[in-house]
């Protein structure tokens, strides 16, 4: 029990002294709770710990750890606010863990943007600095594989504005440009792309069109749709010049249809 506490302390030591090292400030000894949560996070991240494993029972842990319940309580409560772990009141399963998810950076990621008062428009202008790099990677040597992929979520895109679901339409899309940049085969930038996605979904729900607009806007949509298969047929052809200068076009078109000076925290506050 002891080698465990000291390699638990030695553990969150390391880390809070190499971010107070960062930030130039007082050495700050972390509380148990603390260390406690870093350990379970570090088993999370590497991977030891999977999605919908549980922890061991309260008892078994405080043992483990030598901590007295208060302690171990806050350390999840680190975990939950964390949203690594999920902890159901008064059951006896224990902690169920849940792995890191898109969905919670890109909420912070919004808060965040908010509060910095960042133009709506900024953020499509942001894709520009990243699909057209992959749109190049994929024409300079096209796969039959990711033009499968790219080719069915235009077809479920053409789907929709058949039918006319605009919102099912809408996050089509967005979900289009997403596996774009996966089939391109860089997984920070499709990280990125998944967070910039995420937020103008959040912009685009509550875009709501006057009747005049939405007849531009079903305009809109079809020309989208055979943009889309355009990029695709280019890619496909092996041809990386043609498909960057289509695809920021196409991006620049976007932006103008749904770009604005007014800032994220205006639209999603009205």
């Known amino acids: ?146 033009v499968k992929r790219l080719r069915e979520e235009s077809a479920r895109l053409a789907g929709f504005y058949e039918s006319d679901q605009e919102r099912e339409y809408m996050m089509a899309s967005a979900r289009f440009h997403s596996v774009l940049m996966e089939v391109g085969g860089n997984a920070t930038l499709h990280f990125l792309t998944r967070v910039l996605e995420d937020v103008i979904e959040q912009y685009q729900r509550r875009f709501v069109p006057t009747a005049s607009e939405e007849a531009e806007r079903k305009r809109g949509r079809e020309k989208g749709v055979k943009s889309i298969n355009k990029l695709i047929d280019l890619i496909e052809a092996g041809d990386p010049e043609g498909a960057v200068k289509h695809w920021k076009l196409h991006l620049t078109n976007t932006n103008k249809v749904w770009g604005t000076d007014r800032t994220l925290r205006e639209v999603l506050a009205s």
């Open 1 to 146: 029990m002891n080698g465990v506490r000291s390699q638990i302390v030695d553990e969150g030591l390391a880390e809070v002294g190499a971010e107070g090292a960062a930030e130039g400030g007082a050495f700050r000894v972390p509380k148990t709770a603390e260390l406690v949560a870093n350990s379970i996070r570090r088993r999370i991240i590497q991977g030891e710990l999977s999605e919908g494993d549980t922890l061991p029972p309260e008892a078994q842990l405080m043992e483990q750890f030598g901590i007295s319940r208060p302690s171990l309580r806050e350390a999840f409560r680190i975990l939950e606010a964390e949203r690594l772990i999920s902890v159901k009141r008064g059951s006896r399963s224990g902690a169920r863990v849940s792995l890191p998810k898109v969905e919670s950076v890109s909420r912070y990621a919004s808060y965040y943007l908010q509060a910095s008062g960042v133009k709506v428009g900024d953020i499509y202008e942001a894709r520009l600095g990243l699909e057209p790099h992959i749109v190049r990677t994929l024409a300079a040597k096209p796969s039959a594989g990711a």
